[in-house]
């Protein structure tokens, strides 16, 4: 019988046989660029205690993690949708970054002071759970480099693999090591900096409504996440803004974002 074109088939099977040994995740990147073109992939490993853990990146546009290292896992990760995608613990699946971002996120400081210069367009990333406190979050992007996002076809394709990526990396990290610590809350941890460091005292209300600004969200976005009304929000933001002599979310970044750093994630 005559061999059939299996190209992607014989990338998964190549997938399967390095599982829990050396050569997986290049191997797990060749399959998925074969079934989806992404021009980058981090895979990222999520604990409630700690930044996120970088377990493989492969990318031909340097910018894209150019800062990385010392933005990203140096506090930001706390207003990636990603990362609240692991506070809420999500189903396993695949996830459009489009689809879950906050509805203010493209005008946040996070987008364009940080998300902004690493020229993704697009993402796409596969969560999956190998411990109950870790979320493993596999991220296919598109970025300037092809300058295209992935088109409807290509996300339901994600959608229809996702079981299969799930499987694969819970079996691969099944003994990816916890370090423990539970979890932390985010907000108390920010109020707490800003007490510490700049002698301002934040309710707690105040501290949420910072962290979800940061985020993305807007102002009827973080009334519905809240159960509060835009008005009261907005009375929030007003006092906010006034004890921290504050008048732009290009400010409130600022401040805040290097605080970040010691206030580790948690269910917030």
Same mark, same amino acid.
């Given at each position: 019988?005559?061999?059939?074109?299996?190209?992607?088939?014989?990338?998964?099977?190549?997938?399967?046989?390095?599982?829990?040994?050396?050569?997986?995740?290049?191997?797990?990147?060749?399959?998925?660029?074969?079934?989806?073109?992404?021009?980058?992939?981090?895979?990222?490993?999520?604990?409630?205690?700690?930044?996120?853990?970088?377990?493989?990146?492969?990318?031909?546009?340097?910018?894209?993690?150019?800062?990385?290292?010392?933005?990203?896992?140096?506090?930001?990760?706390?207003?990636?949708?990603?990362?609240?995608?692991?506070?809420?613990?999500?189903?396993?699946?695949?996830?459009?970054?489009?689809?879950?971002?906050?509805?203010?996120?493209?005008?946040?400081?996070?987008?364009?002071?940080?998300?902004?210069?690493?020229?993704?367009?697009?993402?796409?990333?596969?969560?999956?759970?190998?411990?109950?406190?870790?979320?493993?979050?596999?991220?296919?992007?598109?970025?300037?480099?092809?300058?295209?996002?992935?088109?409807?076809?290509?996300?339901?394709?994600?959608?229809?693999?996702?079981?299969?990526?799930?499987?694969?990396?819970?079996?691969?990290?099944?003994?990816?090591?916890?370090?423990?610590?539970?979890?932390?809350?985010?907000?108390?941890? !920010?109020?707490?900096?800003?007490?510490?460091?700049?002698?301002?005292? !934040?309710?707690?209300?105040?501290?949420?409504?910072?962290?979800?600004?940061?985020?993305?969200?807007?102002?009827?976005?973080?009334?519905?996440?809240?159960?509060?009304?835009?008005?009261?929000?907005?009375?929030?933001?007003?006092?906010?803004?006034?004890?921290?002599?504050?008048?732009?979310?290009?400010?409130?970044?600022?401040?805040?974002?290097? !605080?970040?750093?010691?206030?580790?994630?948690?269910?917030?």
């Amino acid at each position: 019988m005559r061999a059939q074109p299996n190209a992607a088939e014989g990338r998964l099977a190549e997938t399967i046989r390095r599982l829990q040994g050396q050569g997986f995740e290049s191997a797990l990147h060749d399959w998925l660029r074969r079934c989806l073109a992404p021009d980058n992939i981090i895979i990222l490993a999520y604990r409630d205690a700690a930044a996120p853990q970088v377990l493989f990146t492969q990318t031909g546009q340097p910018q894209v993690f150019a800062q990385l290292d010392g933005t990203y896992l140096a506090g930001a990760y706390l207003l990636d949708p990603y990362h609240d995608l692991h506070v809420t613990r999500v189903a396993a699946g695949a996830y459009r970054l489009r689809d879950v971002a906050p509805d203010a996120f493209h005008r946040s400081r996070y987008f364009l002071d940080y998300y902004q210069q690493t020229t993704l367009v697009d993402e796409v990333t596969f969560i999956a759970y190998p411990h109950p406190d870790i979320s493993l979050n596999i991220c296919l992007g598109r970025d300037a480099s092809s300058g295209r996002p992935f088109t409807a076809a290509e996300v339901e394709t994600a959608q229809r693999l996702a079981p299969v990526v799930a499987a694969l990396a819970e079996g691969h990290w099944a003994t990816l090591a916890d370090p423990g610590g539970g979890a932390a809350d985010v907000t108390a941890a !920010l109020a707490g900096a800003m007490r510490d460091r700049h002698g301002v005292g !934040l309710s707690p209300r105040q501290a949420e409504v910072a962290l979800l600004i940061l985020r993305g969200h807007s102002t009827q976005s973080i009334g519905l996440r809240l159960g509060l009304s835009p008005q009261t929000v907005k009375v929030f933001r007003k006092q906010l803004y006034a004890k921290c002599g504050l008048s732009s979310q290009a400010e409130l970044f600022a401040l805040m974002v290097p !605080l970040l750093a010691a206030a580790p994630s948690g269910r917030s």
